[in-house]
C-alpha cells in the first residue's frame, strides 16, 4: 500500500496564479482532510470530507476549493494565489466512523506564492 | 468550535530525564484525543491516543492522561532519548475534526 499520496511535493506561484495540489488514498478510507501548516501554528484545517460526494469546510477555508468524486481522490484547489498562502499542505485519511481515529498523512506540499 | 492550549511551546531535558506536555481544550463534547510526533521534515505521526472513557494510557514509555472534569491531558515521556527529539502536537475531536495544539518542540540532550 502506497498510503497517502500528495503531489507535487514542491510548487511557486506567481501571486494570482492557480493550483490544484492532488491527493489519493488506497486504504479505503471513508474520511479525509487538508491542514495547512505554519512555522509555530500547529496544523489548521482547511477541508474535510466523510465520504464521495460530501465535504465541509474547516477552520480557515477561504481561497480553497476541494472535491470529491470518488472514496480514493481529495483535490485541493487554489484560486488566486496570494502570499498568505505560502505553507505547507498536508493532505490525511482515516478510516471513520465517528471521530476520526488515527489520521494518516502524506508527505505534504510545500507551496510558495511570490 | 473546539480550542485547543498546548504548553509549553518549547521544551530541553537531559537524555534520561523525562518530559511533560499539557493540553487544554474546550468543548465539553470532545471525545478522543491524540498525539502526534513530527521529526523535522516529515509527516505527523500517531504516538498514542485516548477517549473520554478511560483516564490513563501507557505504551511503553510514554503515557497519556485525561482529565474531563477540568478539561485537560497531557503526556508523559520517561527515560528520554535523542531520537524522541521532535514536535508533539496534541488533538483533540468530538465529530469528523480534529483541532490540534500549536506543538511542542522537544529536545532531548545527549
Known amino acids: 500500500n502506497a498510503g497517502v499520496t500528495q503531489t507535487p511535493k514542491f510548487r511557486i506561484l506567481k501571486i494570482g496564479q492557480s493550483m490544484t495540489l492532488q491527493c489519493a488514498q488506497d486504504m479505503n478510507h471513508n474520511y479525509m482532510y487538508w491542514y495547512r501548516q505554519d512555522p509555530g501554528m500547529g496544523l489548521k484545517l482547511i477541508y474535510y470530507s466523510v465520504g464521495a460526494g460530501i465535504t465541509d469546510k474547516g477552520e480557515v477555508p477561504n481561497g480553497y476549493n476541494v472535491s470529491r468524486s470518488t472514496t480514493e481522490d481529495f483535490p485541493l484547489r487554489l484560486e488566486l494565489a496570494a502570499p498568505s498562502q505560502t505553507s505547507v499542505y498536508f493532505c490525511a485519511s482515516s478510516y471513520g466512523g465517528g471521530p476520526p481515529g488515527e489520521l494518516f498523512f502524506g508527505e505534504g506540499s510545500r507551496l510558495t506564492v511570490l | 468550535g473546539e480550542n485547543v492550549e498546548q504548553h509549553p511551546s518549547t521544551l530541553s531535558v537531559q537524555e534520561g530525564d523525562s ?40 505504551d511503553q514509555r510514554i503515557a497519556v492522561t485525561l482529565n474531563k472534569t477540568a478539561k485537560h491531558f497531557s503526556l508523559h515521556i520517561t527515560e528520554t532519548q535523542p531520537e524522541d527529539s521532535a514536535v508533539y502536537f496534541c488533538a483533540a475531536s468530538g465529530s469528523y475534526q480534529l483541532t490540534f495544539g500549536k506543538g511542542t518542540k522537544l529536545s532531548v540532550i545527549p
Not at chain 2, 23 to 50: H, M, V
Open chain 2, 19 to 58: 518530559a511533560v506536555i499539557k493540553c487544554t481544550y474546550s468543548d465539553s463534547a470532545s471525545n478522543y484525543f491524540p498525539w502526534y510526533k513530527q521529526e523535522l521534515g516529515k509527516r505527523p505521526q500517531l504516538i498514542i491516543d485516548i477517549r473520554s472513557n478511560v483516564g490513563e494510557k501507557k
